[in-house]
C-alpha cells in the first residue's frame, strides 16, 4: 500500500538530515547503485597495529595532536579519529602495510552505517499506514525458545502486551518522533511490528528486545558489534532486521569477526533481512553472511505471486517469505487509531521466517534440524528462491 509522495519525501528529506547529522559519508559503489555508507573522519584499527596507524594517518597529513583515539575497544578495534581523514585510502594503506609485516588479518575498516530495511533502501511503498486490528497468538506459556531481536527501541505503548516480550529499560523508546503535522516520524515502531509479526505467528518465542537503531534506523558497525555482545546465552534465534553495503562489497571485518564468536556459542541461527533496493547479486550485509553458513539465513520477500521488485536477491538468499502488505502491532497514536499497521519490507520477511524456526525447534532436537525442517515447508518457488507460504 502506498502513502502519498509528499509525505514520503518529507520522511526522506528528515532522514538524509538526520544521516548529515551523524556525519556520515557516503561511497558510489564501484558496480553502481545505492551507496553504501560509513562514519566520516573515522576508521577501526585492530589495537595492536595502533601505532602503524597513527604513521600511515600522520604521513597523510594528520599531525598527532590532531588524532584522537578511543578508549574503549570493540572486538579488538579502535576507533581512530582525524579530522577530514580519508577513511577508504587509510584503511587500505593500513591493511597493506600491516598485510606487510606479515599479519594477514584484517588490519583497518571503515566504520560501516547500517539502517533498518522495511523501505529505507529502496521499497517503494514509504512508511507505515493505518490497518485494523488482527489477532496475536495465545499468551506464551511453557517452554519457550529464545529470541533476541536487535532493532530499534520497543515502544510500550502498543496493542503487542509486554507479557509477549522481553526488555530492559535502556531498550525502551520514551517518545515518538512526530513531525510538525504530527504524523510519526524515523522508525519508531520497527520493533513492536517485528515482535508483532512474531507473535501472531508462534507463541513458541520467548522475545527479547535490544536497541541498536536510533529512531531513523541508523547504526554504526561498531555499535551492532556491541549489541551483538549482549545477546543472552539462552538465545537460540536472532533476528537482524537491518544492513547495507560496504565500500568494496567486501564483508565488514568487525562485523564479520563478532558474528563467528555469536555463532560459535550454542545452538544458534542469525536470520537477516536481504534488504530492498531491487539489487540482484550484490552482497548486502549481514544478510550475505549466509553464503557459505547455513548458520545465518538471508530472507528475501515475496507478494504471494513472485519476488517483490524491490527485494534484493542473489545467490546468497536462503529463502523468501511474505513481505508485502503485512499488517502487525505498531504504536498507539492518534495517527493509528487501534495501534495496529501495515508495512512492507525484507524487515517483515525476516520475523515471519524466525517465527517458523521457532514453531519448528519445538518439535526438533537442534537449531539445524529446525532450519532443514523451514526449507522443507518452503515448496513454493519465487524467482528460483524457495519460499514460505
Given amino acids: 500500500m502506498a502513502v502519498s509522495g509528499e509525505r514520503l519525501d518529507r520522511w ?27 562514519v566520516a573522519d573515522e576508521v577501526l584499527v585492530r589495537d595492536e ?8 594517518l600522520n604521513r597523510q597529513g594528520h599531525a598527532p595532536r590532531d588524532t584522537v583515539a578511543d578508549a574503549t575497544l570493540v572486538r579488538g578495534f579502535r576507533r581512530l579519529r582525524a579530522r577530514d581523514l580519508d577513511v577508504t585510502t587509510a584503511a587500505r594503506t593500513i591493511r597493506e602495510r600491516a598485510a606487510g609485516e606479515g599479519d594477514d588479518r584484517p588490519a583497518a575498516t571503515p566504520n560501516h552505517i547500517f539502517l533498518s530495511t ?21 499468551s506464551p506459556k511453557g517452554p519457550r525458545v529464545g529470541v533476541t531481536v536487535i532493532d530499534t527501541g520497543i515502544w510500550r505503548d502498543s496493542p ?25 516520524d524515523g522508525d519508531v515502531g520497527h520493533a513492536n511490528f517485528i515482535a508483532g509479526v512474531i507473535a501472531q505467528r508462534t507463541a513458541k518465542a ?15 558497525e561498531a555499535e551492532l558489534v556491541t549489541a551483538l555482545g549482549r545477546v543472552d546465552d539462552d538465545a ?46 550484490r552482497p548486502f550485509w549481514p544478510a550475505a553472511f549466509a553464503t557459505g553458513d547455513d548458520r545465518v539465513l538471508a530472507v528475501a520477500a515475496h507478494d ?41 519490507g525484507t524487515s517483515f520477511a525476516t520475523p515471519y521466517v524466525v517465527a517458523a524456526l521457532a514453531e519448528k525447534l519445538a518439535a526438533v532436537a537442534s537449531a539445524a534440524a529446525a532450519r532443514a525442517a523451514v526449507l522443507a515447508d518452503a515448496s513454493d518457488t519465487y524467482a528460483g528462491y524457495p519460499g514460505l507460504p
Fill in 118 to 138: 522495511p523501505f529505507e533502501h529502496g521499497g517503494p511503498f514509504g512508511p507505515p499506514v493505518p490497518a485494523p486490528a488482527a489477532e496475536l497468538t495465545n
Fill in 206 to 220: 520467548d522475545i527479547r528486545v535490544l536497541r541498536v537503531l536510533d529512531t531513523f534506523g541508523i547504526c554504526t
Fill in 12 to 38: 526522506r528529506e528528515r532522514r538524509t538530515r538526520r544521516l548529515q547529522e551523524r556525519g556520515l559519508m557516503r561511497a558510489q559503489s564501484v558496480r553502481g547503485g545505492p551507496p553504501a555508507y560509513y
Fill in 236 to 281: 537460540t534465534l536472532v533476528n537482524l532486521s537491518l544492513g547495507g553495503f560496504t565500500v568494496d562489497d567486501q564483508a565488514p571485518l568487525v562485523l564479520a569477526d563478532a558474528l563467528d564468536d555469536l555463532l560459535a556459542s550454542g545452538d544458534r541461527l542469525v536470520v537477516a533481512a536481504a534488504g530492498n533496493d531491487g539489487q540482484r547479486g
Fill in 304 to 344: 504471494s505471486s513472485d519476488l517483490c521488485e524491490w527485494s534484493n536477491a542473489g545467490d546468497w538468499v536462503t529463502l523468501a517469505a511474505p513481505g508485502a502488505d503485512l499488517t502487525s502491532t505498531f504504536v498507539r497514536h492518534p495517527e493509528f487509531g487501534t495501534g495496529w499497521a501495515q508495512w512492507s
Fill in 49 to 56: 597495529h595502533r601505532d602503524l596507524a597513527h604513521d600511515v
Fill in 160 to 184: 503487542l502486551p509486554a507479557r509477549y516480550y522481553r526488555v530492559d529499560d535502556a531498550d525502551i523508546e520514551s517518545d515518538v518522533d512526530v513531525d510538525d503535522d504530527g504524523v510519526i
